[in-house]
Nanobody, 114 residues
Framework: VQLVESGGGLVQPGGSLRLSCAAS????????MSWYRQAPGKERELVAS????????NYADSAKGRFTISRDNAKNTVYLQMNSLKPEDTAVYYC????????WGQGTQVTVSS
């Protein structure tokens, strides 16, 4: 069972990034998925969630209107489209499956800076 995040990088304020999380080893389409982030010196926080079929999504207040979570069950992948990025979005971003509470990927670093 594995989650592999990718797509992070350095971007200027106001820019965009699309994160991907490839899942393997379990029936991806059976579980809701979430994106979390952890900034230096802060606790890990929930950013966005999506239901197993992708029909329902939820966002943290900080992400509403700027981020979009989506999934492709045929590709076992969940995405996070991030627009209008701010310096306070700088963090390591992780995806998580609702079916495996202890499973975390290695994360992908997002740095928003001019």
């Amino acid at each position: 069972v594995q989650l592999v995040e990718s797509g992070g990088g350095l971007v200027q304020p106001g820019g965009s990034l699309r994160l991907s999380c490839a899942a393997s080893g379990f029936t991806f389409s059976s579980y809701g998925m979430s994106w979390y982030r952890q900034a230096p010196g802060k606790e890990r926080e929930l950013v966005a969630s999506i239901s197993s079929a992708g029909r329902s999504t939820n966002y943290a207040d900080s992400a509403k209107g700027r981020f979009t979570i989506s999934r492709d069950n045929a590709k076992n992948t969940v995405y996070l489209q991030m627009n209008s990025l701010k310096p306070e979005d700088t963090a390591v971003y992780y995806c998580k499956s609702a079916g495996f509470s202890a499973l975390w990927g290695q994360g992908t670093q997002v740095t928003v800076s001019s």
